[in-house]
């Protein structure tokens, strides 16, 4: 037999075969679940993972969270777009948050000044009303109106990283800071009711939030005038100070030596004054009565 024949009987056996199956009944439920696995494995294999939502979804999720706290805690003042809203006479109610940035929201809600219960001179550090998660997602809410300045972190707040220079920290506060704060950052009076707080205590994160915003009435010191490094070599300076010990007792106030013996000297002066009033006073009464 030759392989020409053999390989047509081979062949002709196959399609004798393929036409046999082809008609059963369950043909086409074959080629079917053939195909769908095929295309089913296909997607695993080329598709992307979504285990876990992406980056932007979380993002996403959480603005929403911050623009419903902010719908209820800061909306009645500040509007429901952040926009601001005056009042018909003129009177601010609430200022525009558009273009404030992140770490504005997280200075002023992260120190219990915001919410506030009624417009006022100046908004006091008090209780904070939110908690960590709840500040960063109107935070976040705030920072998605408009770009502003963002949350700092890592060794640029911290006191005690490598490079910092506590004495040029001491220079900068002094030149730019102590005219409000007092010359080691004991706070002191301002105008219309307003005071500037005392920074010892704070948290240093909270410091340079405030440097970078400018809140209330302190001007806002940028990183065109106050370098980052500046920033942090400030705070370096204000906690120094904090762990300073009161070698004669009390602080008052950390105004300096001489001051402090100022103080101590009308207080005693005024004693001794009043000490001898009394004297006279009780002589006189005496020969009073004896007369």
Not at 274 to 287: L, P
Request: glycine share 12%; aromatic share 6%.
């Amino acid at each position: 037999m030759s392989r020409s024949s053999s390989g047509r009987r081979a062949g002709g056996w196959f399609g004798r075969t393929l036409s046999t199956r082809r008609r059963h009944p369950l043909a086409a439920v074959a080629v079917l679940l053939v195909v769908l696995l095929t295309c089913g494995t296909a997607y695993a294999a080329l598709s992307p993972t979504t285990s876990a939502p992406s980056n932007a979804t979380a993002q996403s999720t959480q603005i929403e969270e911050g623009r419903q706290l902010f719908a209820i805690g800061c909306a009645s003042c500040h509007g429901l777009g952040g926009e601001g809203q005056i009042r018909e006479d003129g009177t601010v109610l609430g200022p525009s948050l558009i273009g404030v940035g992140a770490a504005a929201v997280d200075f002023q809600v992260g120190t219990g000044r915001m919410p506030m219960a009624a417009p006022a001179a100046q908004a006091p550090a008090k209780e904070v009303a939110y908690s960590d998660e709840q500040i960063a997602a109107m935070a976040e809410f705030v920072a998605s109106l408009a770009p502003g300045p963002e949350i700092p972190e890592g060794d640029i707040i911290d006191p005690e990283a490598d490079g910092v220079d506590i004495a040029r920290g001491g220079l900068l506060f002094r030149t730019n800071c102590a005219q409000c704060h007092n010359t080691s950052g004991q706070g002191g009076a301002l105008t219309y009711g307003q005071e500037a707080p005392m920074l010892t205590g704070v948290d240093p994160k909270h410091v340079y939030e405030a440097m970078l915003t400018g809140p209330q009435a302190m001007p806002v010191f940028n990183d065109e005038l106050l370098v980052p490094e500046d920033k942090r070599d400030i705070i370096a300076f204000l906690h120094s100070v904090e762990n300073e010990p009161n070698p004669g007792g009390l602080g008052i106030g950390r105004v300096g030596p001489v001051s402090e013996g100022l103080w101590a000297w009308l207080v005693g002066l005024a004693g001794l004054i009043g000490f001898a009033a009394w004297i006279v006073t009780r002589s006189a009464a005496a020969r009073r009565s004896s007369s």
